[in-house]
């Protein structure tokens, strides 16, 4: 149980809306911020303004998975008016709070330095990200399947990453039928793959490998689907890019060369948000719980 910590939940989307209700079940109590346009009752929470006095009353801030962008501002698909996180309501957090988000820019991790109050990440975990990969993996099917004329079984598949989603993307691939390629980089992975019945390659070698394949998911988020290896990608083919932002493809490039290529981050916000959201709000309630036993520190 939650009880007697107050917990502040600062903007977001539809995955949002499985915190607040997991977090009222467990007894905290807490406080909505950027979520004047919310269409949905929740029973025993507090709609407030963004101001210094209630920042000084809060144990834990929840942000979106995208905490803010690099000035602050926080996204929020409940609210009319701008949310922006200043460094004045930060500095109004008492020193024993916590905030906990998907994944911090430089402007939270800067700010939470500065007044010495830690900035969770949570996709920094691997329990969150192999669970969010699910939905990743089912997304990115979803839009392959939308934008193509042909089956996946059969077809010539290409995963680059072979970390947590590019590990699911590739074994759902694989168990549709079709032929998985599945670009690495560290030895261990090309055994791994190989071992799975994958075809494994080192990315050294992609520009060559490209030149069959019917589609293309890169989980790598540095520039990987260069100008020239597009050049020798065939014109059928599809890229979905699943890495963050602004991913891992030459789109400018691919456009010119009549290659559809679609940057796809956040799939399970979009695709599944009852589901991403039931994931956050397990592991943030298991992690605040944990956090905040003893409560001797937060009176």
Not at 2 to 10: C, E, F, K, N, R
Not at 270 to 291: C, F, W, Y
Request: aromatic share 8%.
């Amino acid at each position: 149980m939650l009880t007697g910590i107050s917990v502040a939940i600062m903007g977001g989307d539809a995955r949002q809306l499985e915190v607040i209700q997991k977090f009222t079940e467990l007894d905290a109590t807490v406080t909505l911020l950027g979520f004047d346009n919310l269409g949905r009752q929740f029973n025993g929470v507090t709609h407030a303004k963004l101001d210094s006095a209630v920042f000084q009353h809060v144990d834990v801030l929840i942000l979106p998975v995208v905490g803010t962008d690099d000035a602050g501002h926080v996204e929020s698909i409940f609210s009319s008016e701008e949310l922006v996180l200043t460094d004045e309501l930060f500095s109004s957090l008492p020193k024993h709070a916590k905030v906990y988000t998907g994944m911090a820019k430089s402007y939270l991790k800067q700010i939470g330095k500065a007044h010495g109050i830690e900035v969770v990440e949570l996709l920094e975990r691997d329990d969150i990200a192999i669970y969010n990969s699910i939905p990743t993996a089912e997304g990115a099917l979803m839009m392959a399947i939308q934008n193509t004329d042909i089956t996946i079984h059969g077809s010539v598949c290409m995963v680059l990453g072979f970390g947590r989603t590019g590990f699911t993307m590739a074994k759902t691939l694989q168990g549709l039928g079709a032929t998985v390629k599945v670009g690495v980089r560290k030895p261990e992975h090309f055994a791994r793959a190989w071992e799975m019945g994958f075809q494994p390659f080192y990315t050294k070698d992609l520009y060559s490998e490209v030149s069959n394949i019917d589609l293309l998911f890169n989980t790598i988020p540095t520039m990987i689907v260069t100008a020239q290896v597009i050049t020798n990608i065939p014109h059928r083919a599809l890229i979905i890019d699943l890495a963050s932002k602004p991913g891992g493809t030459d789109f400018r490039f691919a456009e010119k060369r009549g290659i559809k290529a679609m940057l796809a981050p956040g799939l399970p916000g979009i695709v599944a948000p009852k589901t991403a959201g039931r994931i956050m709000a397990n592991t943030l309630s298991q992690l605040i719980e944990e956090d905040f036993k003893d409560r001797s520190d937060v009176e």
